[in-house]
């Protein structure tokens, strides 16, 4: 079955850095768009970065331009998100998510991890 399986939260000091991973299993990684979303208590889930089904094109949210990086690796159906300069506004869940478009619209979610950035 589909499964997105991410890792890499947990507690850190603002300034600080984490690296989440999402390992996907249970359909064709290569065909599909990856992204990162994120969810803090009380809030909506935003987008933070998407990148293509090979990696050459990636999107960031405005607030984490020049902090975060996306990246995949698609013989390991890895997807990563490092964040560096954390900030205790970046604490919330964060979530993988795939996307494929054609030939029809597919996508799945993982659990999601928990970052918390404080001091």
């Known amino acids: 079955q589909v499964q997105l399986v991410e890792s890499g939260g947990g507690l850190v000091q603002p300034g600080g850095s984490l690296r989440l991973s999402c390992a996907a299993s249970?359909?064709?990684?290569?065909?599909?768009?990856m992204s990162w979303y994120r969810q803090a208590p009380g809030k909506k889930r935003e987008l933070v970065a998407s990148?293509?089904?090979?990696?050459?094109?990636?999107n960031y949210a405005d607030s984490v331009k020049g902090r975060f990086t996306i990246s995949r690796d698609n013989a390991k159906n890895t997807v990563y998100l490092q964040m560096n300069s954390l900030k205790p506004e970046d604490t919330a869940v964060y979530y993988c998510?795939?996307?494929?478009?054609?030939?029809?619209?597919?996508?799945?979610w993982g659990q999601g991890t928990q970052v918390t950035v404080s001091s």
């Open positions: 998510y795939a996307l494929e478009r054609r030939p029809t619209r597919t996508d799945y």
């Open positions: 249970g359909f064709t990684f290569s065909s599909y768009a």
């Open positions: 990148i293509a089904s090979a990696g050459g094109s990636t």
